[in-house]
């Protein structure tokens, strides 16, 4: 069965869906829920995921066969600055496991280290 544009978008719905259910249960927090779109100033499909220092962050979910890992930063990125985040990663779908534990995050280091010390590194060229 060949994927329709229709079909993506609503296995992409269902995947930001069990994400943001996934992540609220598991942090405890009932303010995390799947965004409303917004256009071109996107702010990533889930809202109200917060880092230990209490930042935003923004997460961009994939649910392709195609991984395009340097794609998804920039659009992480773009939407982080859009949302005046603290960091932006993009959770992607594990084909073949349900289980929205075991899916994917992929992150820049230096969001990594955002995360970790609660304040953005200073870039380095």
Avoid at 35 to 64: F, H, L, M, Q, Y
Wanted: overall charge neutral; aromatic content about 4%; charged content about 30%.
């Amino acid at each position: 069965m060949t994927r329709t544009r229709a079909s993506a978008k609503d296995a992409g719905t269902r995947f930001e869906t069990a994400v943001a259910r996934y992540l609220a249960t598991a942090l405890d927090d009932d303010r995390i829920e799947r965004r409303a779109r917004s256009g071109g100033r996107d702010r990533g499909d889930i809202a109200g995921v917060r880092a230990p220092g209490g930042d935003r962050v923004v997460i961009e979910c994939k649910n392709t066969s195609r991984i395009n890992l340097a794609g998804w930063a920039a659009e992480a990125e773009v939407e982080r600055g859009n949302d005046d985040a603290l960091i932006g990663l993009t959770v992607h779908k594990r084909h073949g496991v349900g289980d929205p534990a075991r899916q994917w995050v992929t992150m820049t280091l230096a969001d990594f280290a955002a995360l970790l010390t609660g304040t953005r590194p200073p870039e380095v060229e």
